[in-house]
Nanobody, 125 residues
């Protein structure tokens, strides 16, 4: 069982920055693929960014160039640095872990075995 706890959400003005963090339990965090997804009100949950256990990064087109995902294996954390935030980035952001590593398809929700509870990000205009 892997537990994921997100932190760092909040209210920010458009153009501002936030950094989300996700703390993971488990002794083999360095072998997990990790992802961030988000769900805006009235919309389906969507892919934001992911980082493979080897370190390859993946981004949704809507956040490319503004968001950066990185992991710190020594601390069992994955973070999402969000810059140049826009009102359309408002959503609940979820951290997810691919522990089983059956098929690495970072943009697919079915890839991930464990999910956090989410953290709210609100961007005001």
């Amino acid at each position: 069982q892997v537990q994921l706890v997100e932190s760092g959400g909040g209210l920010v003005q458009a153009g501002g920055s936030l950094r989300l963090s996700c703390a993971a339990s488990g002794r083999t965090f360095s072998s997990y693929g990790m992802g961030w997804f988000r769900q805006a009100p009235g919309k389906e949950r969507e892919f934001v960014a992911a980082i493979a256990w080897r370190g390859s990064e993946y981004y949704a087109d809507s956040v490319k160039g503004r968001f950066t995902i990185y992991r710190e294996n020594a601390e069992n954390t994955v973070s999402l640095q969000m810059n140049s935030l826009k009102p359309e980035d408002t959503a609940i952001y979820y951290c997810a872990a691919d522990v089983s590593r059956n098929v690495w398809s970072p943009r697919a929700q079915a890839t991930y075995d464990y999910w956090g509870q989410g953290t709210q990000v609100t961007v005001s205009s």
